[in-house]
């Protein structure tokens, strides 16, 4: 998700710390850390219900379903092989529980750990109706780049009646009939070349893809920089001082507290600890020097 907290460095995020990832209930925990927007993974089943699950191909839902028990005999290596039907009868939680991925089960209550258990596969529409109800954002990646799959999640997002600026547009394919059909919507780029292009101001890359210079350039132009994946409350801090408008992280219950960076060093105090330094590294090699005269 993106945490956009009520401070300086804002957040996309989910709490796939502290529940199953891509489920309601991530979502729901996640409204409490203050994030500015939900991020997502959206795929369409066999009838055309668009729904979240980041696993796709080979890996498509046995990370994180009990597909292989409800499921032993279907084709399970593209996202349109079950309907929405048979997508609901998946349970999306227990592995959460049983496999404990970020050791943080410890941390739920039973009643939590109950919730976690009953998750399901969320329908994309399900996502809509919350972040409508919260005003908060939705940006997500397109697991298909099928222009039919475009074309449908286009017509759910309309349909769901979410304003359109809070749609974070970021698939790259199909994009200007996106824009065509949906001018409303936030279209976000995931380089630098392809936004100037089209003449933009919302780039949402890896928190390594940009240096500090670089994104303090880019906010010089007014550009909404977003970084992914934020997790670390130091890597946090980094993003913050390098002047990200926002990051994405699975732990906005980890760094939603934050309001300063962890450590800061005003200029005057860097020159001052820099010019002592450097001095005090000459009078040690001169005193070298004299001794081994």
């Given at each position: 998700?993106?945490?956009?907290?009520?401070?300086?460095?804002?957040?996309?995020?989910?709490?796939a710390?502290?529940?199953?990832?891509?489920?309601?209930?991530?979502?729901?925990r996640?409204?409490?850390?203050?994030?500015?927007?939900?991020?997502?993974?959206?795929?369409?089943s066999?009838?055309?219900?668009?729904?979240?699950?980041?696993?796709?191909?080979?890996?498509?839902?046995?990370?994180?379903?009990?597909?292989?028990?409800?499921?032993?005999?279907?084709?399970?290596?593209?996202?349109?092989?079950?309907?929405?039907?048979?997508?609901?009868?998946?349970?999306?939680?227990?592995?959460?529980?049983?496999?404990?991925?970020?050791?943080?089960?410890?941390?739920?209550?039973?009643?939590?750990?109950?919730?976690?258990?009953?998750?399901?596969v969320?329908?994309?529409?399900?996502?809509?109706?919350?972040?409508?109800?919260?005003?908060?954002?939705?940006?997500?990646?397109?697991?298909?780049?099928?222009?039919?799959?475009?074309?449908?999640?286009?017509?759910?997002?309309?349909?769901?009646?979410?304003?359109?600026?809070?749609?974070?547009?970021?698939?790259?394919?199909?994009?200007?009939?996106?824009?065509?059909?949906?001018?409303?919507?936030?279209?976000?780029?995931?380089?630098?070349?392809?936004?100037?292009?089209?003449?933009?101001?919302?780039?949402?890359?890896?928190?390594?893809?940009?240096?500090?210079?670089?994104?303090?350039?880019?906010?010089?132009?007014?550009?909404?920089?977003n970084?992914?994946?934020?997790?670390?409350?130091?890597?946090?801090?980094?993003?913050?001082?390098?002047?990200?408008?926002?990051?994405?992280?699975?732990?906005?219950?980890?760094?939603?507290?934050?309001?300063?960076p962890?450590?800061?060093?005003?200029?005057?105090?860097?020159?001052?600890?820099?010019?002592?330094?450097?001095?005090?590294?000459?009078?040690?090699?001169?005193?070298?020097?004299?001794?081994?005269?």
């Amino acid at each position: 998700m993106l945490l956009c907290p009520h401070y300086v460095a804002p957040v996309l995020s989910t709490i796939a710390n502290l529940a199953p990832e891509n489920t309601m209930m991530s979502f729901r925990r996640s409204v409490g850390c203050n994030v500015t927007a939900f991020e997502t993974d959206v795929q369409l089943s066999k009838d055309r219900v668009p729904y979240l699950m980041h696993d796709h191909g080979s890996h498509f839902l046995r990370r994180t379903t009990d597909v292989l028990q409800k499921f032993p005999r279907k084709d399970l290596n593209h996202s349109t092989n079950l309907t929405w039907e048979e997508l609901q009868e998946l349970n999306a939680g227990d592995w959460f529980l049983n496999t404990d991925p970020f050791c943080s089960v410890s941390q739920l209550s039973e009643q939590e750990k109950k919730t976690a258990r009953n998750q399901s596969v969320p329908s994309l529409l399900q996502l809509l109706d919350l972040a409508k109800t919260h005003n908060t954002s939705v940006i997500f990646d397109l697991k298909n780049d099928d222009n039919n799959d475009t074309n449908d999640i286009v017509k759910t997002i309309l349909n769901s009646g979410i304003p359109h600026d809070k749609i974070l547009w970021l698939p790259p394919t199909h994009r200007e009939d996106v824009k065509k059909v949906a001018p409303g919507f936030k279209q976000v780029y995931d380089n630098v070349s392809a936004m100037n292009i089209d003449g933009a101001d919302h780039l949402n890359v890896k928190y390594s893809a940009l240096s500090a210079a670089e994104i303090g350039e880019l906010r010089k132009r007014n550009v909404s920089v977003n970084l992914w994946v934020v997790n670390e409350p130091w890597l946090f801090s980094l993003m913050w001082c390098s002047g990200a408008s926002s990051v994405t992280t699975n732990a906005c219950s980890v760094l939603q507290d934050k309001n300063q960076p962890d450590w800061t060093m005003g200029p005057s105090t860097y020159r001052c600890i820099w010019i002592t330094v450097d001095l005090g590294s000459l009078l040690i090699m001169f005193a070298l020097f004299i001794l081994k005269r």
